[in-house]
Every structure is written in C-alpha cells, then in structure tokens.
C-alpha cells in the first residue's frame, strides 16, 4: 500500500506515464464496464472534477482481483502497466462540484460563443471533416487555416519537436505555410459550415500580399457567410515579400492592410499580432486606429531547434536543410501573457477585445490568458498532440473551477489578474519569506540543498542521521529555489515578515 502522503504524488506520476490511447484497452478490458482511460486523461488535463463524476461511490476495484484493465495496458509492452486502480481510487477522493449552474457562454467582437474554445488558425482547422467534426465534440469555433490569393508549396517534412526528460513533448517547431487549398474550394467549405453550424462561431484568417489583395479575400469571405475575419500580420516563417511577421513588425504596414481589409467586409476583424517584436502595442495600436475590432495574440515565436550533432541539420530535416519556423507549446505561454498584459495596461487598449494563444494544454492554461483579460482563447499544439477530445475536460474543468469559487459566469474572471501584475519599483522589498520544511514528506533526496548551493545562497545543509534539509536563516534570502526544486511538494513558504523584526 503506497503512503498516504505520497498518494496524489504517485497517481499524477501514473497518470503522466500513460499513453492516452484511442480506443484504449484498459476501457474494453474492464469487467465493469467503467472508463478508466476518461478518468486518466481527465486528471492528465487538470480536470478532477470531471475525474471524480466518471466514477461511481461503489467502485469496483475495490474488490476486484482480475486486474484485466492493467493486463491490457499497453504501456505494460514498453516497461510496466499503468496502476490503474491506485489512479481510480484517488479520483473518488476529489471533490465534486455541480458543473450546471455556472455558465461558460459569453460575447465576444459581439458575437455569441457557447464557450471560450476555438481552434486556431493552423492544420487543425483546415478543411471541413476536421471541424465539423470539432464542432460536434464542443469546440466553439474556428479560426480556419490562413487563406491567401495563391497555393504555397509545403516541405516535407515541416514539424520538429521538443522533448522533455522523459520524452514528453514540450514543444513544437512548424513551417507550415497558409492554405494548400485554392481559394474557391476554401470558399466553399467556409460557407458550408457556417450553413451546417449555424451556432458555432466561423473566423476566416486572411493573408494578402498587398492591399489589392486583403480588400479582395476580406470581400471573398464575406460573402460565405463567416462571423469575423483574422488578418494575419504574424507568421514567423513565409517566404513571399510583404506577408508574415514583417508584416506585424511595421505599424505602418499593418494599418494600410487592417484598412484595406476593412474595404471588403463590415464584419468584426483580429488583427494576429506577432510576438517576434519587443513591443506589440505599437502595431496593435495601429491596428485600432485602422479600425480593427480586436487582436489575436501571439502566434508563434520565431525559433532554430533541433540540431544534431552528427550532422549539424535541423529539426525538420527537409533534405539536409532546414529555417527558421514558429515555435508553439508550454514554453511560450509565458511570453504569450506577458504581450497580453502589457496591450491590457496600455490605457488605449485596455478595452479591446483579444482571443488569446499559445501554449493552452489545459483548463488552467486557458484561465490564466481570461484571467489576464482575453475574452476569448484558441488551441492548436495541445489539440496536434492529444487530439480533439482534449475540449470535453476544458470546459468541464472550467466549469468546475466556476463552481468551486461561486462564479456564475465565465466574465466574471476576466482581467482579474491584472491589478495584481504591478511594475517591479513596486514591489514588496522590505520583508522576507522563508521555506517551511515538511518532515514527513521529505525523502532526504538533497536536491534543495544541491541547488541552494550552487544556484542559491548556500543557505541549507542536510542533517548527516536524517538527511533532512537544515535552514541557516543567516543566509537565506527567500528566493525559494528549493521550493521550485523538490520533487516530492515537502517545501512550501512559511509566513512573511518584515527584514527589519530579523536582521
């Protein structure tokens, strides 16, 4: 029987070992009829309340000796099967929450969304299979993969990844370019969803190579009948002169095209902002004087990755060569929220409405870029990655964190967190918080005491009998490094205090 205090610790590290399966064994497998596999990939995205409502108060494993859902994980063909039963009863241990009461529906540019969720501008949202198909499993809407006046030549092949330690992916390098489609057959597939999915939200993406050519496609969308249109300012990687991310870097530039576009259409228009730029108000300022509605924010971050020391060619290898591409993942949410606060500090755009991406795997993702004022946010590396029916725990985890705090609508979030993002003169400097060591979770392993020496204030030491962490509080600065270090959560921060009561 695992320990207690370690219980959550060794489920999360069952739940990330496992493969995500379609049409996963363990669920055909089990004699219960249960759904091991939702449950699973519901924790994996954050999502322990739509955990917990997947199981019953009786549950089976219990009792069951068969173990035949582990006997059919596949990940038992690489080294060892998932714990599934440990997974199953830490979930009955989440709290529920009634996930009908809170909204997640809002306005957004003025139009209608059922939810914040729409797939962004890429090869997940590219023909019309793929969306219908989203559409029908809870996505939203759609920003539909960049149209422009000609067909580009795509290479093969055009994805590179980043792993982390254990080989998850972390991050993805493309150099996709806009729509292989011509333009009448993009025409045609805008129009017939919008006819099929009269609710859900249509956005043609738009990139033209002059100002001829955005009033034209602005015009040519248009008449599909689409909700909104996205000009696209901010592709890292296209080749043709006048498109792409040196688009987005001259305001000049990006104003001519939002005015040239808004010749063709009166629909609502995003204007894509780059992040490959030190500051984006400047452009998104031009943008609004043109007359854009809102922006979308960020595309990818320009990137070289993957380059082997063998041969010295990059990720993607087409032929021996490669380019620079756009990068897209965990890592640049960061950079994407830091774009995002800064537009919403700026007193001419702090009311403009922004979808937000990059890096939006999960719920939590998602509500940090609502939280720093987007009104709406857009997916494509997590959805390349895990799938569509990653969309079935984000607005169930949404739901359920409305539920849990007593929201009742999904606006009543928005921008909360922007009063709490100050500049650094105003920051706290005058007081100190140490680290609180948690015996009983601490394992003795050292890696606090590792880093605080050689990346830190050399402020711990190890007892020599118990191995556990010592603080000199002579030295600490209460950086907490160990706290970001510790595998097993054993360091939190203690109570803050004045420097003057303790130097």
């Known amino acids: 029987m695992e320990k207690e205090t370690f219980r959550r610790l060794a489920t999360l590290e069952e739940v990330n070992r496992c493969l995500l399966c379609l049409d996963a064994p363990c669920r055909a497998a089990c004699p219960s009829g249960l759904e091991p596999d939702r449950v699973i ?30 006997t059919a994980c596949l990940k038992g063909k690489i080294n060892r099967p998932i714990d599934i039963p440990l997974v199953l009863r830490e979930a009955r241990s989440f709290q529920e929450y009634r996930t009908d009461e809170p909204s997640c529906s809002l306005d957004f540019c003025g139009v209608w969304c059922e939810n ?65 489609r011509s333009l009448s057959e993009n025409l045609s597939i805008l129009a017939r969803l919008k006819r099929d999915f009269p609710r859900k939200v249509v956005v043609a993406s738009i990139m033209g190579r002059n100002e001829e050519e ?15 249109i996205e000009c696209n300012f901010s592709c890292p ?16 530039l990006v104003k001519a095209y939002v005015r040239a ?76 929220l830091r774009f995002i606060q800064a537009l919403k500090s700026h007193e001419k755009a702090k009311n403009a409405p922004i979808s937000g991406m990059g890096g939006i795997t999960t719920w939590r993702d998602a509500m940090e870029y609502l939280a720093v004022g987007c009104e709406n946010v857009q997916v494509t590396t997590a959805v390349m990655l895990y799938g569509y029916r990653i969309i079935e725990d984000l607005i169930e985890g949404i739901l359920g964190f409305l539920a849990s705090q007593g929201y009742k609508n999904l606006s009543d979030v928005i921008g909360k967190a922007l009063s709490h993002v100050v500049s650094g003169e105003d920051l706290d400097r005058d007081s100190l918080q140490f680290p609180r060591f948690d015996k009983e979770r601490c394992v003795g392993c050292g890696r ?18 118990t191995r556990q962490p010592i603080l000199d509080p002579a030295r600490c600065v209460g950086c907490h490094l160990c706290i970001a270090v510790c595998p097993t959560l054993a360091i939190t921060p203690a109570a803050r205090f004045r420097r003057d009561r303790f130097r």
Request: charged content about 20%.
């Open 448 to 465: 606090c005491a590792v880093s605080c020496d050689d990346g830190g204030h050399q402020a711990l030491r190890l007892d020599g009998s």
């Open 116 to 180: 914040p969720f729409f797939l962004s501008s890429s090869v997940v949202g590219s023909d019309y299979e793929m969306i219908a198909k989203a559409f029908e499993m809870g996505w939203a809407g759609v920003v539909y993969k960049s149209i422009s006046a000609f067909v580009p030549k795509d290479t093969s092949p055009r994805f590179g990844v980043l792993r982390a330690e254990n080989g998850e992916i972390i991050g993805l390098k493309n150099i996709e370019q806009t729509s292989n």
């Open 237 to 252: 990687h296209m080749a043709a002169d006048g498109v792409g991310s040196d688009v987005g870097q001259n305001p000049d």
């Open 261 to 336: 576009a808004l010749k063709g259409t009166r629909l609502p228009i995003l204007a894509k902002m780059t992040p490959n730029t030190g500051n984006m108000e400047i452009s998104a300022l031009a943008a609004f004087e043109a007359g854009a509605t809102g922006l979308a924010a960020i595309n990818t971050v320009k990137s070289l990755m993957g380059i082997h020391p063998d041969t010295f060619s990059s990720d993607p290898d087409v032929g021996g060569k490669s380019s620079v591409g756009g990068y897209s993942g965990k890592a640049v949410k960061p950079i994407a």
């Open 214 to 228: 955005w009033t034209q496609l602005a015009q040519a969308v248009t008449a599909t009948g689409i909700d909104m």
């Open 41 to 70: 990939r519901s924790i994996r995205f954050e999502n322990l309340n739509g955990a917990r409502n997947r199981l019953s108060e009786d549950l089976p494993c219990a009792t069951c000796e068969a173990r035949e859902c582990q």
